[in-house]
């Protein structure tokens, strides 16, 4: 978001957002929500640490904290997702709903499909412009965005009580088919200070399949770690945009993805890595 608005408003200028808007994205942060978090977050990043413990302080505390009242919480579930079994799923499901309900936050936990990356892009630019192709429905945006975005909306109208059961997903894609999603956006954005157009990368470079056959897997942890290498999230316009999704037939000097990035150096370090994890991309014979 922070690619195509302001999102650091202080506490004024959100409730004047909220006011105008009925709603508003920002940077949490800005505000201080949660102080502790923000540290401990910046210290687990460089680690590579992922507690459940602090990942459920971290998912409830802005949460409550900005008073929210209902909450919808997206767990994707898969092999190389934060959530890697039913058991894990169902285990976390219970701890954040027990949290938030001792706190008085309405919560409805979603398992959803976490075998691969949803959309193309990995990077704020990047997903920015997938968002983008969604709210304008255009030809080209990415499907499984777009069924997760309505699922998510629907349980989220369903639970605060303005969709009646079974419903929600139906009233959440009206609203994205008929513009009225794509017109508060742009409301929303204009109001937090103007939208803007997303970055878009110096350096691009293709990462070409070496052999033929079906894509059956992409690990989410080592593609979001190319991205990080290319230089994603600090420098906005970085990333990784997919060309091609897991089931998918490849042929040799395919591009399966493009690396995004603002310097050189940084290009050069995904690609080391690229070279030396050729499991990102799982391709088996057809």
């Known amino acids: 978001m922070e690619t195509m608005a302001p999102v650091d408003l202080d506490t004024t200028a959100i409730r004047r957002v909220v006011e105008r808007e009925d709603g508003c994205i920002v940077w949490g942060g800005s505000v201080r929500l949660s102080p502790a978090d923000d540290i401990l977050i910046r210290v687990e990043r460089v680690l590579d640490l992922d507690a459940e413990g602090q990942m459920i302080a971290s998912v409830l505390s ?105 419903n929600g997903a139906g009233q959440a894609a009206s ?52 991205a990080k290498l290319a230089g994603a999230p600090d420098d906005k316009a970085a990333g990784v945009e997919l060309h091609t999704r897991a089931g998918a037939l490849v042929q040799v ?4 993805c493009t690396v995004h990035a603002e310097a050189t150096g940084e290009l050069a370090y995904a690609f080391d890595y690229a070279r030396s994890n050729d499991d990102i991309f799982g391709i088996v014979e057809p």
């Open 175 to 226: 609203t994205l088919d008929d513009g009225r999603a794509w017109a508060k956006f742009q409301r929303i954005c204009e109001a937090q200070g103007g939208m803007r157009s997303p970055p878009v990368a110096r350096h691009r470079r293709p990462l070409m399949s070496s052999q033929d056959g079906k894509l059956q897997s992409i690990d989410n942890r080592k593609i979001a770690k190319l």
């Open 62 to 166: 802005k949460k409550i904290a900005a008073g929210s009242t209902h909450l919808v919480l997206d767990l994707p579930l898969g092999p190389t997702a934060k959530v890697r079994t039913p058991e894990a799923a169902e285990r976390l499901s219970r701890a954040l709903s027990s949290v938030a309900d001792h706190f008085g936050l309405k919560t409805t936990c979603i398992v959803s499909d976490g075998t691969q990356p949803v959309g193309r892009g990995i990077g704020p630019a990047l997903e920015a412009h997938d968002v983008l192709a969604v709210l304008q429905n255009a030809p080209q945006a990415p499907l499984d965005l777009r069924e997760r975005a309505i699922s998510l909306a629907g349980a989220l109208l369903e639970l605060a009580g303005l969709a009646s059961g079974g």
């Open 253 to 256: 000097g395919e591009p399966l």
